[in-house]
């Protein structure tokens, strides 16, 4: 190697050392890097090689205790010589043969987390016994019964392999986190025998098959999240027994009966988009919810949701709503996302305390004539930004005054019946 050469090779390696931070270390689209040896020494617990085909997967570093390669073109991982990796997610590196790649995992004595991405004809008797947490993403998996071995196991992601039979899924008494998302189940009778589960997702299973009866979650009742999205129509009668569910996802699930969910008193976050409702009034119980998400449906009435002051996240675009007024006593409704509103309904819940006040003085002006003139004068009383936020209607239309003039009306004719 001339001394060119060997300055830019220690360039792009100081530029490398630079690039560390928080003991990490991200390589992307580097076609001119090769040899890695020479982070043998460099202080990183996490790196990340994405994207850098002509790699030599010959690196020994003690320090490294989580590696990430992605499209790497490396074959085997034998030259590693990573004593206390614990974390090693290896997504569609074009290994020839995945039969190589699980044999060399064995001298990785500390690896408790694998996530593996792409590869098919998987020999599931190869995977470590030690691991923890195991991912297996798009591997056209369709027997998992070796998977039942791994006795620590508690985290199973299956994401996206299509007919795989989870039969075997009811052995594995100690999974607390299982995901089988996009698998086409064609039932889930297998998971009742789960009962340290905290958090499942059998989301997106609309394919070739589809279930509707899910009476077997019934028995779950340490769940805390659980995802059902997309899952066509569900029968949801057995999630009233899941009293300790913190998070709810029923999107994208067609005429669903929302009644068993005013038993789920512990929820924080619920996501029911696109689910065909109407009424809310099941959702009034659910205290403690902070996250709503009702877009799309068919709901027209908010009512229910007045008292649920604790709500800091709200979507509900895509509705029929009449009345968006109902909400002007929650601490958050500034920051909702209520959709399909027209500019005043926008202003009114921004500012709902401050329009409060000032509803008596604009209901007694006797004219759209004299409130355009003297609506000026009275903003002064207020505060820069109600100032700001009315001085727009001053500038608008005479028909958008006149759709203020007739919001406060309605308020105003809200407020005296309450």
Known sequence: MDSSEHSSEQNMINELRDQIEDKKLIIEMNDDLENIEFMNDFNIEELSINFCPNIIPKLSNSNIKK?????????????????????LIVQESNFEDSH??????VQFKKLKELELKGYE??????????????????????????????????????????????TSLSQMFQLTELNVYECCLKNVDALGSL?????????????????QDIDQIKSLVNLKELYLSNNQSLDINSLQHLVNLKELDLSFNSYINIQPLQYLKSLSSLKLYQCSIIDLTYLKP????????????????????????QIVSLSAYSNKIRYYSVLNNHPNSSSYKLGNQDQTTKIVIMFAKELRDINAQISSLKSM?????????????KRNKIEQCLQRIIDDSTQFIQQVASFFQQLSTFQNSQ
């Open 100 to 105: 190589k790649l699980l044999q060399s995992l």
């Open 369 to 381: 004539r004299l409130l355009r003139s003297n609506l000026k004068s009275k903003m002064k009383l």
């Open 121 to 166: 004809n998987l020999e599931l008797n190869l995977i470590p016994l030690q691991l923890t947490e195991l991912c297996l993403n798009r591997c056209n998996l369709k027997n998992i019964e070796q998977l039942s071995q791994l006795p620590k196991l508690t985290q199973l992601i299956l994401y996206g392999n299509q007919d795989v039979d989870i």
């Open 67 to 87: 590696i990430i390669l992605d499209n790497c073109g490396i074959h085997c991982l034998n030259d590693f010589q990573l004593p206390n990796l614990e974390t």
């Open 286 to 309: 659910l205290i403690n919810l902070k996250e709503l998400d009702i877009s799309v449906n068919n709901i027209v009435y908010l009512e229910p949701l007045k008292e649920l002051q």
């Open 195 to 211: 009962l340290y589960l905290k958090k499942l997702s059998i989301s997106n299973n609309d394919g070739r098959y589809f279930f």
